[in-house]
């Protein structure tokens, strides 16, 4: 099963050196009833909550080299209401995407630890768009950063859709989001992606592309 998930981080401070952090904390949020815990080995535990009919999966990992817990919240329309509701406040956003395909706790594990791997390479990534019919668009990033481009895009490919963060030249961090719709949608249904402003009107974002993540038009 394959799931995308975001998430948070927290320090270990706040644990007592002799408790197992995975073990001994609670995940708990307000209107949300906690239907499913296992704990799949020391360093992660799966729960599932339910809202309104709805389920929503939640990994805590242990990552022992950070000395952090990381909560892994399964993207959808029931993200935001949990993380609003969170009684824990030792959680931030990372914003920060993967999809976690394995069953097993171990390959579970790999995979989370493969998506947490840091890079001292440069991974500046600049997207120029259209600004209008027939103009050209360029893609210019650093080598990890084209390589992290065509990984999302994979990801995309197999799983529908696809959030990555870069970043440009000057650090100031944005949301790439991926979608690779089917056949059958209309793409007439969404704005042309042109921005040259004296001449198209405001460009809304194509929400309608977009099923998992919750994008304001």
């Known amino acids: 099963m394959s799931n995308l998930y975001w998430y948070s981080r927290c320090p270990l401070s706040f644990m007592s050196v002799n408790q197992n952090p995975v073990t001994n904390f609670k995940i708990e949020a307000k ?42 919240v399964q993207e959808g329309l029931l993200k935001e209401a949990f993380m609003e509701n969170l009684k824990s406040t030792d959680f931030s956003g990372f914003h920060y995407d993967l999809f976690i395909s394995a069953i097993e706790p171990e390959a579970i594990i790999k ?36 390589t992290q481009l065509r990984e999302a895009i994979d990801e995309a490919i197999e799983h529908g859709e696809k959030r990555e ?49 919750k994008i304001e038009e």
Do not use: M
């Open 31 to 72: 209107g949300f009833a906690l239907i499913h815990e296992n704990t799949l080995s020391p360093i992660l535990k799966e729960c599932v909550f339910t809202k309104d009919e709805q389920k929503i999966r939640i990994y805590l990992y242990l990552n022992e080299n950070l000395e952090e817990l990381i909560l892994f």
């Open 111 to 146: 995979e989370i630890e493969a998506a947490l791997l840091i890079t001292e390479e440069p991974d500046h990534l600049h997207i120029y768009g259209q600004a209008s019919w027939h103009q050209d668009a360029f893609i210019v990033g650093h080598r990890s950063a084209l």
């Open 165 to 213: 963060v870069f970043s440009p030249v000057d650090g100031e961090g944005y949301n790439l989001y991926i979608s690779c719709v089917d056949d059958s949608f209309d793409l007439e249904e969404i704005d042309e992606p042109y921005h040259d402003p004296d001449i198209f009107e405001k460009r809304k974002p194509p929400a309608k592309a977009f099923k998992l993540y």
